[in-house]
């Protein structure tokens, strides 16, 4: 048998109005109605389906940014912006694959699917919409983690959420190079 909890932090014998026998069960989650903790999940919980359907989107958006990236990368100027690009470009494999693995676990079969390809006139005007594309990837990603509290989902988007708020400030700083006097 397990130590109580009391007895695994020095010090913590008691939460307020909740009395612990010694040897007893830990208690029922405790709310303070005039404390305004949230309940998890923050966001609410969503249906399956509506997961699905958000996954789904992900896996799109992801193979959508991997297109837009290749092509990205072949008009940088100079190897920084050749390095930052192929660094998102990298991620965002990585994201796909891994919300492809979520997409069996919870349907059993390959997500199948189209995208759009990204049209831009010119590379600033790309690097302008890479910018605006990561940030709305990451407010995505981060209200699916606020929808559930299952943790192979949460810390699946949260990983990507991360490495989109990433590209997004690498993406801005490539466009501000552009914006910036040049040396001569």
């Known amino acids: 048998m397990y130590p109580h909890p009391m007895f695994?932090?020095?010090g913590f014998d008691h939460y307020p109005g909740v009395n612990f026998v010694p040897g007893g069960t830990f208690p029922p989650a405790v709310r303070?109605?005039?404390?305004n903790?949230?309940?998890l999940p923050i966001e609410g919980?969503?249906?399956l389906a509506n997961f699905i359907w958000v996954l789904y989107q992900a896996i799109i958006g992801e193979a959508t940014a991997i297109d837009f990236y290749s092509k990205l990368l072949k008009d940088a100027p100079d190897g920084l912006h050749k390095e930052f690009i192929r660094h998102a470009y990298e991620d965002e494999q990585k994201h796909l694959q891994a919300f492809t693995r979520l997409y069996i676990h919870f349907t059993g079969q390959e997500p199948q699917y189209q995208f759009e390809p990204v049209r831009y006139a010119s590379y600033q005007e790309g690097l302008l919409k890479a910018y605006k594309d990561e940030l709305e990837a990451a407010e995505a990603y981060r209200d699916v983690q606020l929808s559930t509290?299952?943790?192979l989902i949460k810390d699946t988007f949260f990983l990507a959420m991360t490495?989109?708020?990433?590209h997004a400030s690498r993406f801005s700083f490539l466009?501000?190079?552009l914006q910036a006097p040049r040396p001569e």
């Open 149 to 151: 509290t299952d943790a």
């Open 32 to 35: 303070n109605d005039t404390s």
């Open 175 to 177: 466009y501000l190079t």
């Open 8 to 10: 695994l932090y020095p």
């Open 37 to 39: 903790i949230p309940f």
């Open 163 to 166: 490495d989109e708020m990433e």
């Open 45 to 47: 919980k969503q249906s």
